[in-house]
């Protein structure tokens, strides 16, 4: 057998700092395999009292008004210059699971700014006396969402993320591991209308070829932003109320009155939605009457924010940290044994896997402090790759590119001609049924000596109707007794009461 050998999966690993040392700092350990699944929030930049941040909010907000001053007409290089920015990857945040290359922005979000910019600025003496709120743009109908404000947001607070990052960087982490680089895009000249770099003093991914940068725990979320269009919707009914002017108000409640269908049955949410996306094109005001509720609750945020930002280092940082260290410890999952095909070394892994999260304490790598347990296939294929992508073998261990097949996790190969594939899913998903039946074939014929690729699939249970559910679709697609189709029992309400995490 070889020897274990466990690659840097954190930022504290890659690096040698230890994560107590990272928190004081503000920041979270992020992963160096794949994005951290948080993003920035300007609203709890808007919303804080630290000077810094007042200062960033204002820095925001005078970009804003300073490309409201631009006409752009006929002019592409102005435009592209002033509005098209590449995701700030280096942060290692956002909904990347296959390392930190995200869409980043294109031109429909620079279209949609410029369309919206004069809405997304309110005069300084409008009735409600709300902010600038960059995120209200996710609010007007152009299919912008979470990730590209925070993307913008992120672009523009770069020379302040990189300064937080250098200031951590020279004090803690080894002059070896540090560069001097040149961040693209960091400083904005007013007089010139163009973007500068600046150089700084970065932790440098040498294998990457690439800087990283550090972001504040407490300007990040997990989920929706603070001001959301689930938010808009969910309160419609009460922003008539928030408008002072009476004749308004009546004309506004009046109009809703009119759309409501005459029918006795209850409007589904998608009619509603449609029917408020309505009212709200003809009475915007509509909006900013949401966004001054959101101010108005903003002490709320931080709370909020901290919890979200708690489950996200609780399962993808603390819990992938400890899972690894428990599988190089006490099992051989980093050893690698004498196999002859990557199906063997795939399988032998899950097994190692199967074992100690249904028989030891690994299952409570998929639950934070609080019980909450990971949410989704997505979560749940996000802490798996973290946990094997620690392995370093003769056999390549790689995430796999969708080509349109499924939600394909990992490929286990070993030269051109040996590869198995590894799916991982969650028994609650609605689909599961499907997805199996579309692969039949597959799954019944795990030929180990075909030179075609291989294909296990690993679904995870959390409850023991999930259990049952995967159990009855295995049994009516006559797979029950498939070898390459394993079932992990991870329910936190099963397992002997003597365990110790």
Known sequence: MDDVR???VFFSDYFNVSRDTIKEHGAIDISLINDTPLFVDPFLIFESEK????????EITKYLRFLQSRQFVGDKGEFDRLLHFDEVKQTWLGFSLNGNAGLGLGRQFADALIKNISNIIPPKDNDLGIDIHLEKLCLLGDGIGNDKVSDFTTNLIKIFLAEYTQQFAIKNIDS???REVPVDKAVFDYNTRRWKPKVFTLPFHSELNDYV???P???LTKSDLWINNKGLYDQFIELPDRISNEQLRDEINEYISSLMPNSEEEPSKEDLQQLYSKVMKKYPILIDAYIKSR????YLV?????DEVAFVEDIYSDNAKHAIGVLNQDTLFYTFGDFNNSYDEAMSKIDILKDNIENNDLYRMFYDKDGKRVQGENGLQRLYKLIWSASKS???????TNHGRGPVDFAVSYGSNDKTIVEFKIASNTKLESNLSKQLDVYAAADISSKKPHKICVITCFSDNDFGRARDILDRLELDTTSNIILIDARNDNKPSGSNA
């Open 302 to 306: 931080f709370e909020h924010s901290l």
């Open 217 to 219: 725990r407490d300007i």
């Open 213 to 215: 940068l550090l972001t």
């Open 6 to 8: 466990i690659g840097n």
């Open 51 to 58: 000077e810094e941040y007042q200062v960033l909010h204002t």
């Open 295 to 298: 101010e108005d609750d903003g």
């Open 394 to 400: 003769k056999f390549d261990v790689n995430p796999e």
């Open 176 to 178: 070896a591991l540090l």
